[in-house]
């Protein structure tokens, strides 16, 4: 499973990508604007192809989800501390964010996956997880009901890796938006994992 996670600010010609994006076989979208206002994140849903909305994943304004038939939600580690999700928990498919296994081991099935992050030094946060061991720690998982999708520096010459170290999917963020272009980088990476599962 290939998964793509928004830059927090808008790219030139973003949703045209996205939309590139899910004709090639993105799997899931994850829309993650903090910057953005309730009124901005309707307006960019819109120029999504409508097509695709069962496949994206809101970070935010869920009640959004209702005007656009978008039933996927995620929620970040405090939120699901303080139980914020619950209240979704009926009407959705959640996913949610874990640093270790530990914590990974131990999430319930209420969630259909996580991200467990930084698996590589990361590509948008410069200095971020070069000291991370979440890649080696990947291999005690032990929750069935929890899929797994590594996060963090992932891009077309490390992709397999997460495979072969037991992740469910994978999560592109910086290699695909930091690239002059985005849909080619994407298409790179989806080909190796493909070829990865042969």
Known sequence: MILVVTPETIVRNETEIINQMFQEGLDLLHIRKPMLNR???ALFLSRIDENFY??????????????????????????RNTGIYKSHAEQGVLSTSVHTIETYNALGKEWEYTFISPVFPSISKKGYGEESTVMEEMKQRNNPDVKLIALGGINENNINRVFENGADGAALLGAVWENDQPLIAFKKCRQKYLLSQI
């Open 39 to 41: 009124e901005e994140i």
């Open 54 to 79: 069962p496949q994206l994943v809101l970070h935010g304004y869920y009640d959004l989800g209702k005007d656009h038939d978008i039933f996927r939600f995620h929620f970040r580690e405090d939120d």
